[in-house]
């Protein structure tokens, strides 16, 4: 896999894709929480990336909602507030809550998938913490991705998607 970069005049103002930052002595981020950039996916197409707040047991690839404030929740049927709203996926392991990190919101990149997933197909929240799954669940589906490689169990391949939305109806 490609490492995603960011290119233009932004690249030197805002650090590496794929590293948790800290904050500075004043507990302020890098940079303000929900500040979208552009860059490259991991096969080397336009991507966008975005800002936010490490959460809980976040893993490369984990799906997570996130709200104005850049404060994340991974996605997981069980509680239904993680279900709803902007949707993006984990490029860091980044589990502390005090740290923020760069987080995929349109491109290809490696994605959490349960189960046996087909390729190309529509993917559901479900109750796998921070995973997606091509079984339809009633107001479940996530809006704008799409898996693009099958799998036989659970494991992490690439899905292309653009600004994910959860929680909507879609049918």
Do not use: H
């Amino acid at each position: 896999m490609a490492t995603p970069i960011i290119t233009g005049n932004l690249q030197a103002n805002v650090g590496v894709i794929g590293v948790a930052y800290a904050v500075d002595a004043a507990s302020n981020p890098i940079m303000p929480y929900g500040t979208v950039v552009a860059g490259l996916d991991a096969v080397g197409g336009f991507a966008e990336f975005v800002f936010l707040l490490g959460v809980a047991s976040t893993a490369v690839g984990s799906v997570v909602t996130y709200d104005e404030a850049g404060v994340t929740a991974l996605a997981d049927t069980d509680t239904a507030a993680t279900c709803l709203g902007p949707v993006a996926v984990a490029l860091v392991a980044n589990t502390d809550t005090a740290k923020g990190a760069w987080y995929a919101i349109t491109g290809t990149f490696p994605v959490s998938l349960v189960a046996s997933v087909a390729d190309n197909a529509l993917l559901y929240f479900c109750s796998t913490g921070g995973s997606l799954d091509d079984a339809a669940t009633t107001d479940r589906q996530v809006s704008n991705i799409l898996s693009r490689a099958s799998t036989s169990g659970a494991a992490v391949v690439n899905c292309q998607f653009s600004r994910p939305w959860g929680g909507t109806k879609m049918s």
